[in-house]
């Protein structure tokens, strides 16, 4: 009876150790870490990607989107990369830079409508609001300041289109700049007062 016994117990520990031995065999290899994520703005630039997930996996938020507003929904920007916005310098007279500093210090109106910077990095230093008329409407007023030759040349166009082509609708103007310039929802550009958003004529 005991040289049964010991038989049994000695095949029961052989098949106990040959389960556990497979078992082990046929454990999965563990989940490989997922390549790294490349923020899809530079994908396009791989000098300069920008790698969103660590390699540990804890990947950082992307910047978040610009914000739509009532008069410009998600979706409507078409603002154009800084390099197809050529622009130009005026010089201002005979004003020194010590004179320029104090009147932007002090008296900044004196110096007259300042568009400084570019329209993707700039700000407005005594802008104009684009004034009501009857062959324009502004989409939202508070955002429609620009330099004087800005809303100049913008109202000199349109007074033109209509006298060359009568009995048209009125043009609508969306976004300039805002008063001081700077950052404009959801554009990237639109901060110095020198683009701005027009509709198309149509024909009736």
């Not at 830079?97 to 409508?113: I, S, V, Y």
């Amino acid at each position: 009876m005991r040289d049964g016994s010991w038989k049994f117990s000695l095949v029961c520990g052989l098949l106990s150790c040959s389960i556990l031995s497979c078992t082990a065999q046929r454990a999965p290899a563990p989940a490989a870490s997922p390549p790294p994520l490349v923020h899809p703005e530079a994908a396009s630039a791989p000098a300069v990607a920008q790698l969103i997930a660590s390699p540990r996996g804890s990947a950082t938020a992307p910047a978040p989107e610009p914000e739509a507003t009532p008069s410009y929904p998600e979706g409507a920007v078409d603002d154009q990369p800084d390099d197809s916005e050529p622009g130009f310098s005026l010089a201002l007279g005979e004003l020194s830079d010590g004179d320029l500093e104090r009147l932007l210090a002090d008296d900044p109106q004196a110096l007259g409508g300042l568009s400084i910077g570019g329209p993707s990095s700039g700000v407005l230093v005594g802008g104009e609001r684009m004034p009501e008329d009857a062959e324009w409407k502004l989409v939202d007023p508070a955002r429609a300041y620009g330099t004087r030759e800005t809303c100049d040349f913008l109202a000199h166009a349109i007074h033109k289109v209509n006298r060359e082509l009568p009995g048209g609708h009125p043009l609508y103007i969306g976004h300039i700049s805002a008063r001081s310039g700077g950052h404009l929802n959801p554009h990237k550009s639109h901060q110095a007062g020198r683009d701005v958003d027009i509709s198309f004529y149509y024909q009736g």
